[in-house]
């Protein structure tokens, strides 16, 4: 198995598409940057989730989001008007909503809700240390 981590920008919102047998198909495209100065250079990586995980992620990856993504790495050829093209894709086993605020969005973390406080606040903690 080939397996690659990586970070980058997703370059539009994702599609969401269902396969015959009713399961849910996430497809959005990231850009990895590569090398510094002169030498730097984008690559696209095509990426695909599976399941329910397509379906409750869907809504949050819009373009610009920067994500962690691992997964099983799987390039394919394919030809286009005559010339041998390559797509670099990815299937997604492991995806993490990376930043917070984007220009003009509200920033959406639903996995970091706020919490209600449990006990006193810090004044109560220093008063019960020993010394």
């Known amino acids: 198995m080939n397996v690659i ?7 539009k919102d994702a599609e969401v598409r269902y396969a015959p047998n009713g399961d849910a ?3 959005f495209s ?13 690559a696209w990586l095509r990426c695909s989730l599976f399941g329910k995980r397509a379906e409750s992620l869907a809504p949050y990856l819009v373009k610009g989001q920067l994500v962690a993504i691992s997964g099983e790495f799987a390039p394919r050829e394919y030809e286009k008007d005559g010339q041998t ?3 670099l894709d ?7 909503l990376v930043g917070g605020k984007r ?3 509200q920033e959406v973390r639903p996995a970091q809700q706020a919490q209600p406080s449990v006990g006193g606040g810090l004044g109560d903690f220093q008063d019960d240390i020993p010394f």
């Open 85 to 87: 093209r390559m797509s």
């Open 30 to 42: 990231v850009a990895l940057t590569h090398g510094y100065g002169d030498k730097k250079g984008t």
């Open 5 to 11: 981590t990586f970070t980058g920008n997703l370059g």
């Open 25 to 27: 198909i996430a497809s």
């Open 90 to 96: 990815v299937r997604v086993n492991d995806l993490t």
């Open 103 to 105: 220009d003009g969005q």
